[in-house]
């Protein structure tokens, strides 16, 4: 059982380049989110999807785009890198209802860019 | 006001000590409450969920939610240099809105 695949694990980016963060899921679960983590910042969502189709802004969302095109995928989008942006991020999903909703992460992937 | 607050530590303790990891949390509306522990350079993986106030129980671990002072807790029994990582703790606000403590990383000493 995979639960939730994050891709590339590691990456250095130039300053100016895009890239894209692949996450899947297995779990057949509605929610995903994608997180950063900083030291002393603890984690923050950037964006996050309520089902297929659907993608909506959470915290931090400036700087990154997100596409759920399927319901297993919820990808994370760098369209002109920063070195702000140097951080580790998490793929997370969940059920969409009731209580004993809990979240899963991904390995995480952690972004430098120079 | 963040809504979860946790003293990112660190801890530092010899093993076979009990620990106790805490959270507070600022909305009473907050139904479940979730432990994660995270070893260096991976992802939180889930330890232990309650629902509303009381305790649960699962081997060394046992994980406490006081609602009336909105405070929860982590104690760790015999613990072992295996349990040293990174404990985060989160509540859910309904809605699929999950908040996060910053972390309290512990070390367990041989």
């Known amino acids: 059982n995979a639960g939730v695949t994050q891709t590339p694990k590691f990456r250095v980016l130039k300053t100016g380049q895009s890239m894209t963060l692949l996450c899947a899921q297995d779990?057949?679960?509605?929610?995903m989110y994608w997180y950063r983590q900083d030291p002393g910042m603890g984690l923050r969502l950037i964006h996050y999807s309520v089902g297929e189709g659907t993608t909506a802004k959470g915290e931090v969302p400036d700087g990154y785009n997100v596409s759920r095109l399927k319901k297993q995928n919820f990808l994370l989008g760098l369209e002109s890198a920063a070195p702000s942006q140097t951080s580790v991020y998490f793929c997370?999903?969940?059920?969409?209802?009731?209580?004993?909703?809990?979240?899963?992460f991904g390995e995480g992937s952690w972004l430098t860019v120079v | 006001q963040k809504e979860v607050e946790q003293d990112p530590g660190p801890l530092s303790v010899p093993e076979g000590a009990i620990v106790s990891l805490n959270c507070t949390y600022s909305?009473?509306?907050?139904?479940?409450f979730m432990w994660y522990r995270q070893y260096s350079r991976k992802g939180p993986e889930l330890l232990m969920y309650t629902y509303s106030s009381g305790n649960k129980e699962d081997g060394r671990f046992t994980a406490q939610v006081d609602k009336s002072s909105k405070y929860i807790s982590l104690f760790i029994r015999d613990s072992q240099p295996s349990d040293s990582a990174t404990y985060l703790c989160a509540t859910g606000g309904g809605f699929n809105k999950f908040y996060f403590g910053s972390g309290t990383k512990l070390n367990v000493k041989p």
């Open positions: 779990m057949n679960h509605e929610y």
């Open positions: 909305n009473s509306a907050f139904q479940y």
């Open positions: 997370a999903s969940s059920y969409s209802t009731g209580a004993g909703n809990t979240i899963y």
